[in-house]
């Protein structure tokens, strides 16, 4: 019998303590409790210790969540890559893209696996969606439409909107549609009084021709998450709030109403909501990683160089909205 893989959590804010549930409860992993150096922290999470002692912590562990702000992550990353501890981080995976490629070089030179926790991936909605766009359900892929919009959350104090929430978009637009960005362009706004930018609008391009455009902000008053991938044949629309796709197809039927018939693209076809096995994304991402630990194959997981790729691409969206900004 294969022995667990022990694992450990450094960082004990929201997200890790959602790890900390997660890896607790995960088949083929033995959790052994969190670092965290802050003053005030429970001594215990999960009924496992919490533990100011770095050294001694990463002596215990296989592999570790790097839940720290995210400009901590190189430091970690860099004292797990000279441990041989292997890390799945939260994205984006570090708060530059010269800090993203380092970690890169790092687990790479170490023959670590690295992996970062961008999880949309893992949304029963998206994988569905990605599933059907291969097997051509839209045929050619014209757009790609995200919204990514609510209210401000406290627990952000060192990135904009853009690193924090568009990386989401970044990621899960190439990753839907198996395409690179070619070329990105942003208008962003500070309304809120901090540093950092907390509106955008982001348009692309992808490396088959597809448009896309992402709307993300932190100063709507209510949560929207949404995908609308459309393209020769109809529409998917994924709600990854509620992890719901819904198919629009073009019509096919022939038009009376010569109001309607003038229009010279699509009319409105069939409409399909799927059933999907709505599995928690962030337990299904621990898996994957898990796997990718004891087996080595990286294939289910989000590598550090395509995290590192996300931030290059957050970067050039934030430097465009800088040279547009209203002064």
């Not at 990683?289 to 691409?313: C, M, P, Q, W, Y």
Request: with cysteine; hydrophobic share 40%; glycine share 10%.
């Amino acid at each position: 019998m294969t022995a667990a893989l022990k694992a450990g959590v450094l960082g004990l804010g929201m997200m890790g303590r959602n790890h900390c549930r997660v890896l607790n409860s995960l088949e083929g992993v033995d959790f052994v409790g969190v670092y965290d150096p802050a003053d005030g922290v429970d001594p215990t999470v999960e009924g496992k210790p919490v533990t100011k002692d770095l050294d001694a912590f990463l002596d215990t562990v296989d592999y570790c969540v790097i839940a720290t702000p995210t400009v901590y992550h190189l430091d970690m990353g860099r004292m797990l890559a000279e441990r041989g501890v292997h890390a799945l981080i939260e994205k984006p995976v570090a708060h530059t893209a010269e800090a993203s490629r380092e970690l890169v070089e790092l687990f790479n030179a170490a023959g670590l696996i690295g992996g970062v926790g961008h999880i949309e991936r893992f949304n029963p909605a998206l994988q569905s969606m990605r599933s059907r766009l291969q097997d051509g359900v839209l045929g050619e892929i014209y757009q790609i439409a995200t919204r990514r919009q609510g209210p401000f959350p406290g627990r952000i104090a060192d990135v904009g909107v853009i690193k924090d929430l568009a990386t989401h978009d970044i990621d899960l637009t190439a990753w839907v549609s198996q395409q690179s960005y070619v070329s990105v362009n942003a208008r962003t706004t500070h309304r809120s009084g901090r540093p950092h930018e907390d509106m955008v609008i982001a348009i692309g391009t992808l490396s088959d021709g597809t448009i896309a455009s992402h709307t993300v902000n932190w100063l709507t008053p209510f949560k929207e998450r949404t995908t609308i991938v459309t393209g020769e044949k109809g529409s998917l629309v994924a709600d990854t709030l509620t992890a719901d796709l819904t198919y629009y197809a073009n019509g096919v039927e022939q038009l009376s109403w010569p109001g309607i018939s003038a229009f010279r693209g699509v009319s409105e076809g069939d409409v399909i909501r799927y059933a999907l096995n709505k599995k928690e994304p962030l337990r299904s991402e621990h898996e994957a990683f898990r796997d990718a630990v004891a087996t080595g194959d990286t294939s289910r997981i989000v590598t550090l160089a395509e995290g590192a790729e996300v931030v290059n691409i957050a970067e050039k969206l934030i430097a465009d909205g800088l040279t547009h900004r209203l002064v």
